[in-house]
């Protein structure tokens, strides 16, 4: 049988930078066990913050991926749009350039992951504040 659900997670302030956020996705979600096949769709409901999939293992990639693309689009450039500080418009393209969401199989009631893939956070602002998330399971239930 095909089956649905979804929540939202609020995720705690962060730090600028790259975090690695899978295991609060999965605590929000304890009905994917439920599902044999399917997909887990996360989407971040913020202009300034996005999601990407990359490294688990290995924090000196959340490192690396925050200075790449603090050179991509580095503070200080001649933007318009400044009414909320210096690092708002950076903010705006790196999310733009990371994504609002992503999709991951689900198989057995797991998230269908490389053994070295995490889900991140990318939040691009200095004090970007709380940031909330919806997540939604779609398959086959066991």
Same mark, same amino acid.
């Given at each position: @049988?095909? /089956?649905?659900?979804? +929540? ?5 302030? *962060?730090? *600028?930078?790259?975090h690695l956020i899978t295991a609060e996705i999965l /605590? ?5 066990? *439920?599902?044999?096949? %399917? ?7 913020? $202009?300034?913050? %996005?999601? $990407? ?6 924090? /000196?990639v959340r490192i690396d991926m925050e200075t790449a693309?603090?050179?991509? !689009?580095?503070? =200080?450039?001649?933007?318009?749009? +400044? ?5 708002? @418009?950076?903010?705006?393209? #790196?999310?733009?350039?990371? =994504?609002?969401?992503? $999709?991951?199989?689900?198989?057995? =009631?797991r998230l269908k992951m490389g053994v070295w893939q995490?889900?991140?956070? !990318?939040?691009? *602002?200095?004090? %970007? %504040? ?5 997540? $939604?399971?779609? =398959?086959?239930? #066991?």
């Amino acid at each position: @049988m095909s /089956d649905y659900h979804q +929540t939202c997670v609020s995720l705690s302030p *962060r730090s *600028r930078g790259f975090h690695l956020i899978t295991a609060e996705i999965l /605590d929000a979600v304890p009905e994917i066990q *439920r599902f044999d096949v %399917g997909l887990c769709h996360v989407f971040i409901q913020h $202009t300034s913050a %996005g999601l $990407t999939i990359n490294e688990n293992a290995d924090p /000196d990639v959340r490192i690396d991926m925050e200075t790449a693309a603090n050179q991509l !689009c580095p503070e =200080g450039s001649p933007f318009v749009h +400044t009414c909320e500080g210096p690092d708002d @418009m950076p903010a705006h393209v #790196k999310a733009s350039l990371f =994504g609002a969401s992503v $999709t991951v199989p689900i198989q057995s =009631g797991r998230l269908k992951m490389g053994v070295w893939q995490g889900i991140y956070l !990318c939040e691009h *602002r200095n004090n %970007g %504040g709380a940031r909330q998330l919806v997540v $939604t399971l779609q =398959g086959i239930l #066991k």
